[in-house]
């Protein structure tokens, strides 16, 4: 996947702060925060309110990784599973 949150679980043990203290203080479904585990994307709107709960900007939380070619073949395979 091209979307990593590494930052935000790192930013998380800075701060002292498990994934479901957030997700209950910024209202995130518990599904999304599944979603976010295995660095699939969530709406903008998510983000601003992880941003909001932990004064932090979308660069503190997610960052881009270009997708290598075993990822793309993963990608293939999954869509001509659907």
Same mark, same amino acid.
């Given at each position: 996947?091209?979307?990593?949150? $590494?930052?935000?679980?790192? #930013? =998380?043990?800075?701060? *002292? ?9 910024? +209202? @995130? ?9 295995? $660095?699939?994307?969530?709406? #903008? =709107?998510?983000?601003? *309110?992880?941003c ?7 660069? +503190? @939380? ?21």
């Open positions: 996947m091209a979307i990593s949150y $590494d930052k935000l679980w790192k #930013l =998380l043990i800075d701060k *002292k702060m498990s994934a479901a203290d957030l997700r209950k203080a910024a +209202d @995130i479904a518990p599904n999304t925060m599944t979603r976010m585990r295995k $660095d699939q994307e969530v709406t #903008l =709107l998510v983000l601003e *309110k992880i909001e709960t932990l004064d932090a900007d979308f660069g +503190d @939380i997610v960052e881009y990784k270009k997708p290598t070619d075993n990822d793309r073949e993963m990608e293939v395979q999954h869509s001509a599973k659907r």
